[in-house]
């Protein structure tokens, strides 16, 4: 975020600097970056912004901010609270670490491994039916290898969540 986005959207140099912070932190995630913005946004607010403000303030769609406070809200990083104005509903974030972390778990991680397993088994099923060879071997023994992976997950996750607290 640099001086474009400034001049553009009224973003101050340290608004902008925060807001890319949370973009590079979405895009290692594999986030859509405007998660990042919105985020960003919100959190070096001082008080809780509107969807209209988020639209006019970082010069994203009403979709695209309507579908990143969704998506924060089901992370647990962005909470609803009593506007002051009409009946706009009002966001703030939510900055407390365990939570951000507990919540991406919940809602991306632990789904990816659950759908994992089962494209595990559908892959395993495929290499049972492979005539027996090389190929087969090294990607049975691949697939065994995976369902190591998978299974230590599973168990790191619970401890990693019981850790923060969540």
């Known amino acids: 975020m640099s001086g474009e986005v400034e001049a553009k959207t009224g973003l101050s140099e340290f608004e902008a600097q925060v807001i890319g912070f949370f973009c590079d932190g979405v895009r290692m995630l594999g986030l ?9 946004l919100l959190y070096v607010s001082q008080e809780a912004l509107s969807l209209d403000d988020l639209v006019s303030r970082l010069g994203i769609s009403k979709g695209s901010a309507s579908q990143g406070l969704r998506s924060l809200r089901e992370l647990g990083a962005v909470r609803e609270v009593e506007g002051v104005v009409g ?13 951000l972390v507990g919540g991406f778990i919940k809602e991306q991680v632990r789904p990816h491994l659950a759908s994992g397993e089962e494209k595990l088994a559908k ?8 005539p027996g060879n090389a190929k087969s071997d090294f990607y049975a023994g691949r697939l065994e ?3 190591r992976w998978s299974k ?12 923060l607290g969540r």
Do not use: C, H, N, T
């Open 87 to 99: 009946r706009r509903v009002y966001y703030e974030p939510d900055v407390e670490l365990k939570r």
């Open 145 to 147: 290898r995976l369902g």
């Open 152 to 163: 230590r997950a599973r168990i790191l996750l619970p401890i990693i969540q019981k850790f």
């Open 32 to 40: 859509p970056k405007s998660i990042g913005e919105i985020y960003g």
């Open 123 to 130: 892959l395993k099923s495929m290499v049972r039916e492979m």
